[in-house]
């Protein structure tokens, strides 16, 4: 089976028209949920956030086949993961992409289980030691991206489960959970 | 039919009459009537379509496709339209005088019949015609030589010479006797070029031509055609030559004038019969611009004539229909071709193992289906969006595989079912290595 790094590629990746846009409606959103289901399982594997569209992204690239996706197909198919509440676009010009291969409210209950399992009810963190603190290496939140974080956060203190502190600059925020 | 008092002409397909060996039209009317004088108790025949040709009058009635004809050869003599003040407020009616011996039905040794020209025609410019057609006495000329090749075949020794003497059997004859034709004509060809009249001139002798060649070819090569490559390619070569020869009596504007585009749909019609069996049921409308044209020899029309004849057919009761794909390019089919044969065929193509790893391109699928690329690649068009296709479009070019994303489940995209064409793609793929 073909791999990129450690990550391993269903089959249809050596399939010629899985890089072409299909022009005709049914096959076009085959197609589209397939790639929906690849660029999610590749950066929650890879622990990426964001997908610029006109950088290279390994993914949208098959050298084996000699096959790119072009930009039009990739705006395509990652409208259709914004659709879903799955991506949100990070610009007007649609240049980049947000991946939540977690949903918010998914984030906001993987960070309260980290919570409750190191103990830290009660206790203060900056939302930098969530993302690169000792407690949360080798879970999910290791590499967070800041905004998805952030709003993972915003979401726990409109529920009451935390208390976020302003500080001086955006590096030293500071968290306060309750239980 | 009761009230049939003349004899009968047999209709093509489409509603043309069929011609008399060397018979060609010379004046269209819409809307005319025929009347017996001496015997008004026969029905006369109401409304129909009245062609002068060189040999006959022929008048057809279009809605219920039957007609009837006067031999010119039985007219004794015709009488121009009266000129009168009375005439002026009724239709035009030229009379001719019959001798009634070659016509059977309810006729007696001389009789006269009576056209009554009920549409907006030239009275004055038809009887013209008639009187030309009846000084020249072409249907004569037919009686007295009626073998095509009597005079070859009186120099090479008589007609049972054929199968003894010279070979002048089977298809290298034929070949033979094609090459001396060609000679001739050729000669014909230097004569006719001399002035525009001359050419004119020989317009009917050129057809005659070409009528005799085919009704050669028609006869000749099921004799004795060997296995062998050359006769194969010979007969090839015939049947390419069957195509371009053909139409005995094209439909002009000079002799149709307002009716040109219906006669000239039904002509089509009838013409398109072969080369559409030959192409498989479809074809497209440039290929039958440039076969008609070359079969109707001097006769041209132009791409608009060709189109609105097309656009008639919807009009008429004909087995061809025009056909417009999306992408806007035209084609002519028989109204019982059916998309799902071809669809068929197309699977079969694109399942084969190389087809699976490199997918098709629209030149294959023409090799395979024995069609012009370009109506190839509408055909995969339509089955691309009926999703028995998929594109991919690459430096390469622009190729067609068969539609996998229906057979993976979206919820599992890394297995591969035992069965579908998934795995039979999978399997002869991970073969190659």
């Known amino acids: ?179 | 039919m009761a009230g049939k008092w003349l004899p009968s002409v047999h209709l093509t397909g489409s509603g043309r009459p069929v011609f008399l060996p060397g018979e060609v039209e010379c004046f269209l009317l819409s809307s005319v009537d025929l009347e017996s004088e001496e015997n008004p108790n026969l029905p006369p025949f109401k409304s129909g379509l009245l062609i002068l040709t060189t040999h006959r009058f022929i008048w057809i009635d279009e809605s219920n496709g039957y007609g009837v004809a006067i031999p010119l050869a039985s007219v004794v003599h015709a009488y121009p339209p009266k000129k009168s003040i009375k005439s002026m407020f009724s239709s035009p009616r030229v009379r001719i005088q019959i001798n009634g011996h070659g016509l059977e039905v309810g006729f007696g040794s001389t009789g006269m019949i009576t056209l009554v020209l009920r549409g907006k025609n030239d009275p004055e410019a038809f009887f013209g015609r008639v009187w030309d057609v009846m000084r020249s006495r072409a249907w004569e000329n037919e009686v007295e030589k009626p073998g095509p090749s009597d005079s070859k075949a009186a120099s090479s020794g008589g007609r049972d010479g054929l199968s003894s003497g010279i070979r002048m059997a089977g298809v290298s004859g034929i070949l033979r006797k094609e090459q001396e034709m060609w000679e001739s004509t050729d000669k014909s060809l230097q004569d006719a070029f001399q002035d525009l009249n001359a050419l004119m001139s020989k317009a009917k002798e050129m057809v005659t031509l070409a009528e005799k060649m085919r009704q050669k070819l028609l006869s000749g090569p099921t004799q004795d055609a060997g296995p062998n490559d050359e006769e194969m390619g010979s007969k090839q070569e015939m049947q390419d030559w069957l195509l371009s020869v053909g139409i005995v009596s094209p439909v002009t504007k000079e002799s149709a004038g307002a009716l040109y585009h219906q006669q000239l749909a039904r002509q089509l019609a009838d013409f398109v019969k072969v080369p559409l069996e030959r192409a498989g049921g479809m074809i497209a409308l440039i290929d039958v611009y440039c076969l008609f044209n070359r079969a109707r020899g001097t006769e041209l029309i132009s791409p608009e004539d060709l189109l609105q004849a097309c656009a008639l057919w919807e009009k008429f009761d004909v087995p061809v229909m025009l056909r417009k794909f999306d992408s806007g390019v035209m084609v002519i089919q028989n109204k019982a071709h059916s998309d799902e044969e071809v669809f068929a065929r197309i699977k079969t193509l694109v399942l084969k193992p190389d087809a699976l790893r490199r997918g098709i391109s629209p030149s294959d699928a023409a090799m395979t289906l024995g069609i012009a690329p370009a109506l190839a690649k509408e055909h995969l068009l339509t089955a691309e969006s009926k999703g028995l296709l998929c594109r991919d479009i690459s430096p390469e070019g622009f190729r067609f595989y068969i539609n996998l994303f229906q057979d993976v489940d979206p919820n599992d995209i890394y297995t591969v079912k035992d069965r579908g064409l998934f795995s039979s793609w999978f399997s002869v793929v991970t073969a190659s290595g």
């Open chain 1, 1 to 179: 089976m073909q791999k990129l790094g450690d990550f391993k590629l269903p089959h249809f990746f050596n399939y010629p028209p899985y890089f072409t846009l299909q022009p005709v409606r049914d096959t076009r959103e085959k197609q589209a949920q397939l790639w929906k289901e690849l660029i999610l399982d590749y950066c929650r594997s890879q622990k990426i956030f964001v997908i610029g569209l006109e950088e290279d992204f390994p993914l949208f690239t098959n050298p084996v086949i000699e096959r790119t996706l072009s930009h039009e197909a990739r705006q395509v198919f990652l409208s259709a993961l914004v659709s879903e509440g799955r991506a949100e676009w990070m610009d007007k010009g649609h240049k980049k992409c947000l991946i939540l291969w977690l949903r918010i409210q998914d984030w906001a209950d993987c960070i309260l289980n980290f919570v409750k399992e190191n103990g830290l009810e009660d206790s203060v963190m900056t939302v930098e030691e969530i993302r690169s603190g000792i407690e949360s290496r080798g879970t999910e939140l290791a590499g967070i991206d800041r905004t998805v974080l952030t709003r993972a956060l915003r979401l726990l203190e409109q529920k009451g489960k935390a208390t976020i502190f302003k500080g001086t600059s955006a590096d030293d925020e500071g968290v306060k959970f309750s239980a």
